[in-house]
């Protein structure tokens, strides 16, 4: 990882991949997908047939709620107060008109969310994305993202303020949560990981890229690479 | 001599080189590509995926009118090539010839079932910029349930023709990852593009 002097880190283009831990990350890929055949995909399939669509809307706004304190710290950490205020707002606005975030007014009264996490706090403080690397239950991530993910573990205010009874159902709910994304993207994840040529390096190319795009929209500065196949990926056969 | 350079030579030979071929070069001075035609081209095309996913059609009818409509607005010896990578250079005109017309059926069965998710969805161009080599027109897919997410079209006229060469979701670009897709496919051919365009037949 690279500090800059200061500013977010420059992007790497789409397709530029530093995966120093490959074998080790393929491992924990083929540890991932055993426990996805085994119990992931199994339970999330059970858990969208059996609970229905309005409950598991419910759940998912419950645990999205949960995260806004965090996602607040960690846009006062990068000094993007406007996007701290509107965080602050819709934490507000769900929290009581949403009955305690079972429901997302905000959204539809013109606050969309916009998630955060330190990995992107990093990156605005100038560290680089370091190696891709493939964490086991979480999937695809960075060297940067990995300390992300501790620090945002570590130091989620919610789970700071409520008692440890209560922190095992924030726990259950964002567990329930991820279940049911699972089942959201069923088709796709299949599609994904049990229909393409290499599901390891298809995860990691749509990972990397997402992940650049949602960090740097459209204003942040790409990295100035000479090598022309990165640069531009498009062959001229004219 | 300080006019006698190289730089300088090669310079006077293009130019002369330009002078021979003049009238078919000022034409496509003339043709090249406005962010407003390629707008319009992507308004065109938006409009025909969605009347064909909303047609009601069986899912066999659906990829062959993906099919050919790749064939008409997609310029696939530049997705051919570039999702192939480095072997492309290797490659000879009728071995790339036959695979982009095998990655053209891929594309459309794979990609072609993807598109009923976005039934009742609404694709708005929200502006376009001209990058030197591409004119990249952005726009934004409204959803009825979920949150609306930003696709990129990458248009250029090289062919003489305005025509797609990418195609860019929430930046996760289609040549990227299927040239990623294309590596892993020919790594398990041994490398032979004869063998993975044989395999692509029965993928996608």
Redesign the interface.
């Given at each position: 990882m690279v500090l800059g002097a200061c500013g977010p880190a420059t992007l790497p283009p789409?397709?530029q991949i530093t995966d120093a831990g490959e074998a080790t990350n393929r491992a924990i890929h083929r540890f991932n997908l055993a426990l996805d055949q085994a119990v992931v995909g199994p339970t999330a399939r059970g858990y969208g047939t059996i609970v229905p669509d309005p409950v598991r809307a419910g759940v998912g706004n419950f645990a999205a709620n949960l995260s806004h304190p965090s996602y607040i710290m960690n846009n006062l950490l990068q000094v993007r107060v406007g996007q701290a205020s509107q965080n602050l707002l819709r934490f507000l606005v769900n929290s009581t008109v949403g009955l305690a975030g079972l429901f997302d007014p905000a959204?539809a009264l013109g606050l969309?969310?916009t998630r955060t996490d330190f990995g992107e706090t990093l990156h605005v403080w100038g560290v680089g994305e370091g190696d891709f690397v493939m964490l086991p239950g979480f999937g695809p991530s960075t060297t940067r993202d990995t300390v992300g993910l501790i620090v945002d573990m570590a130091s989620n205010p919610v789970r700071v303020a409520v008692a440890p009874a209560e922190r095992s159902y924030v726990t259950a709910t964002q567990l329930l949560d991820r279940l049911g994304d699972r089942y959201e993207m069923d088709?796709?994840l299949d599609?994904l990981l049990y229909?393409?040529?290499?599901s390891y390096?298809?995860l990691?190319?749509?990972y990397l890229?997402?992940r650049?795009?949602?960090l740097?929209g459209a204003t942040a500065p790409q990295a100035d690479v000479g090598d022309e196949?990165y640069a531009?990926?498009?062959?001229?056969?004219? | 001599m300080p006019h006698d350079t190289p730089v300088f030579r090669r310079a006077f030979l293009i130019a002369s080189c330009g002078a021979m071929a003049g009238t078919a070069l000022v034409p496509a001075r003339a043709w090249a590509l406005s962010t407003a035609q390629a707008s319009g081209l992507v308004d065109q095309v938006t409009a025909e995926i969605t009347r064909i996913i909303n047609s009601g059609q069986s899912e066999a009818t659906m990829l062959r009118d993906f099919e050919r409509m790749l064939s008409r607005y997609a310029d696939m010896p530049t997705i051919a090539q570039s999702v192939l990578g480095p072997p492309a250079r290797a490659a000879s005109a009728s071995q790339l010839r036959a695979f982009a017309d095998a990655f053209k059926g891929y594309m459309a069965r794979k990609y072609g079932r993807r598109f009923r998710e976005f039934i009742g969805g609404t694709v708005h161009v929200t502006g376009a910029q001209d990058t030197g080599r591409f004119v990249e027109v952005v726009g934004v897919v409204d959803m009825p349930t979920t949150a609306p997410f930003e696709v990129r079209f990458r248009v250029w006229d090289r062919s003489g023709q305005a025509l797609f060469i990418d195609l860019l979701i929430e930046g996760v670009s289609l040549v990227i990852t299927e040239r990623s897709e294309m590596g892993s496919l020919l790594e398990r051919n041994g490398g032979s593009i004869d063998a993975t365009t044989a395999a692509l037949g029965s993928l996608g």
């Open positions: 789409g397709d959204t969309p969310e088709d796709t599609g229909e393409s040529a290499d390096a298809q990691r190319s749509l890229q997402n650049r795009f949602n740097g196949l531009d990926p498009y062959v001229d056969p004219y | -």
